[in-house]
């Protein structure tokens, strides 16, 4: 069965107070909503330990990271709470029985993926870009990734779209990677997108609004959602 559970603040009685967003908590996992300019986990340098999962832990001492979100992006970001709970759910980002939703706003008219569906895929390999590392650029000998796309609405006058994203694979960076080698890069993307283009938004306007998933401990599918801060 299938199930929508709704998105609060402070679900389980932390949250608002500890400096986090609480969506979902049971005795296995942790469902949170990142916002944008917070770090997943803990970077290097003292000035780069304040981040998403150091907050959850100091309410939830048991609290395991099982995936990341950039910096720059907000929305659904799962925690563990045991060893095996966390492991349980690497293995199901493993064989892609995770499934992610994200919006972006990208700068362009893309034309809609022919199709009935709508949707279009991007399958363009990405490889670290070593020169300029973390970045990621598209080329041969990189990972095999893909993304399904389709657009939402187009803003002919402000020349640009929402697009609904679905990651099939898990690469460092890959929507944005894969937006900009569709030709429309993601408005205030800080990394990918031309100065101009950056200009158009002070945040990355890429949110993961939606996390799907069969529950590891009841074996039930769950549904979590977040609305869109943009």
Known sequence: MSVTLPETNDLAGNGGSSGFSLVYADAGLLVLDKPAGLLSVPGRGADKQDCLSARVQAAYPDALVVHR????????MLMARSVGIQRALGALFERREIHKRYVAVVHGLPPPPPGPDGWGL?????????????LRIIGAGGKPSQTRWRVLALD????????????????????????????????????????????LSDRLLLHACTLGLTHPVSGEAVRFESALPF
């Open 69 to 76: 979100l950039d910096m720059a992006t907000s929305g659904l």
């Open 122 to 134: 991007i399958n363009l390999p990405i490889a670290v870009d070593w020169p300029r590392r973390p």
């Open 156 to 199: 002919v006058l402000a020349q640009k779209a929402r697009l609904e994203l679905e990651p099939l694979t898990g690469r460092s960076h890959q929507l944005r990677v894969h937006l900009q080698a569709l030709g429309h890069p993601i408005l205030g993307d800080r990394l990918y997108a031309p100065e101009a283009v950056q200009a």
